[in-house]
């Protein structure tokens, strides 16, 4: 799995006081795990199955989160990548629980980040 519940809360926090969300190499570390997760799921022999396909779709809104979030910190955007962070946090934290919040994220991807 990609980071627990508590590093996500961690940096959901960090994220609202205005701290560093999280280090250079914790961000890289983050990214490469979730992508390791996708290739899994993407190089899968079997179909997926319905749990399978939410858990890909999260992990897929995840990557793009990270890496937006790295884009921000690139350009020196702390209030951009705070709101990645928040995002982030929320993808980690309830993203597989509450369907409809990953469809509410995955429309705001759509309209602001890409």
């Known amino acids: ?5 508590a590093a996500a809360a961690r940096n959901t926090k960090s994220a609202a006081e205005g701290e560093v969300i999280m280090t250079d190499d914790e961000l890289d570390q ?5 992508s390791e997760e996708l290739d899994k799921l993407y190089n ?6 319905k749990q399978e396909k939410r858990h890909k779709q999260i992990l897929s809104l995840q990557k793009a989160t990270l890496l937006k979030m790295k ?8 209030i951009k990548e705070g709101d990645l962070a928040l995002t982030y946090g929320l993808l980690v934290t309830m993203g597989e629980k509450h369907p409809f919040l990953m469809t509410f994220l995955r429309t705001k991807f759509r309209w602001n980040v890409f």
């Open 1 to 5: 799995m990609t980071r627990a519940p």
């Open 71 to 78: 884009e921000a910190r690139a350009k020196k955007d702390t």
């Open 44 to 49: 899968s022999e079997k179909p997926l199955t």
């Open 30 to 34: 983050t990214i490469k795990d979730v």
